[in-house]
């Protein structure tokens, strides 16, 4: 009884929140490569939520509440390809919020077969436990490939953007608005080392100049996915996202990571 309560809740908080349903992070590059289709559209809709209060004593309650969501579409007609793609990341335990953190992201990508294409986007992120709320880039890269084989994929990117960005003090709780129009670099892989072993993954380099400390701040980040099948319905999944800010706008951690592992199972 209860486990089917707990499902129609679930399916009633995603009906309510689909515009913003999220859950795995699908990785853009492999629906950008993958195949030869046209008009082809990939959705993945994905959402959870928790409640929970199983409280050491009744004088000292205990109640934790979080949800995790998100929408990835890509959209690939004949030469180019369109991704949205949207999270939403919540944890609160009592009155105090954890995590509190998403982003909605738009990508074009022109000519996306071309050894050389172009690609333009556009996100809205916040990170609210940091601090951070919200940052706004507007942006373009060129887009080069370097290999293109059956089981190995690279390539280089390089671009500018404009981005803005606004900090709550953590210790005075001022806010700081700082804008910069950045250089971005990004290098992509993909490789099949077996059937059943695969890599891939993005990792970006960006910079520019803050007028207000007469420095460069660098930031360097990414995503990398490392998948092996171990029986036909069976596969062990390993995801790691990444940042480090050289020269944070307000004193933060400089260096943040997500590392998920798990098993997948498919019918």
């Known amino acids: 009884m209860f486990y089917l309560f707990r499902q129609l809740v679930l399916v009633l908080f995603l009906t309510l929140l689909s515009p913003w349903s999220m859950g795995q992070i699908l990785n853009m590059e492999r629906y950008r490569t993958e ?3 046209i008009n ?8 959870s939520l928790t409640l929970n209060n199983r409280s050491a004593s009744e004088s000292n309650p205990v109640n ?3 949800y995790n969501f998100s929408l990835h579409s890509v959209y690939t007609p004949k030469k180019h390809a369109f991704i ?16 509190n953190f998403g982003y909605i992201h738009l990508r074009s990508n022109f000519f996306r077969k071309n050894r050389l294409n172009f690609e333009s986007y ?15 880039i507007v942006g373009s890269n060129l887009r080069y490939r370097l290999m293109d084989r059956d089981n190995s994929e690279l390539l280089i990117g ?37 059937e059943a072993f695969h890599l891939n993954g993005v990792i970006f380099y960006q910079v520019g100049y803050d007028s207000n400390i007469n420095r460069v701040r660098n930031r360097y980040s990414g995503d990398i996915n490392l998948n ?7 596969s062990l999944t390993n995801h790691l996202n990444f940042s480090f800010e050289d020269r944070p706008i307000v004193p933060i951690t400089r260096f943040i990571f997500s ?3 798990g098993i997948n199972f498919e019918l």
């Open 35 to 37: 195949g030869d289709s």
């Open 228 to 234: 092996s099948k171990i029986t036909k319905r069976f």
């Open 84 to 99: 949205f793609i949207a999270h939403r990341n919540f944890l609160r335990i009592n009155e105090n919020p954890f995590l």
């Open 122 to 136: 556009i996100q809205v992120s916040d990170d609210n436990f940091r601090g951070l709320n919200p940052r706004a």
């Open 158 to 194: 390089t671009g500018v953007f404009y981005e803005f960005e606004r900090w709550q003090h953590p210790e005075n709780e001022d806010f700081v608005d700082a804008n910069f129009i950045k250089s971005n670099s990004s290098f992509v892989f993909r490789h099949k080392f077996t």
């Open 259 to 261: 590392f998920r592992t």
């Open 40 to 47: 082809k559209l990939a959705i993945n809709l994905n959402g």
């Open 64 to 66: 934790l509440f979080g």
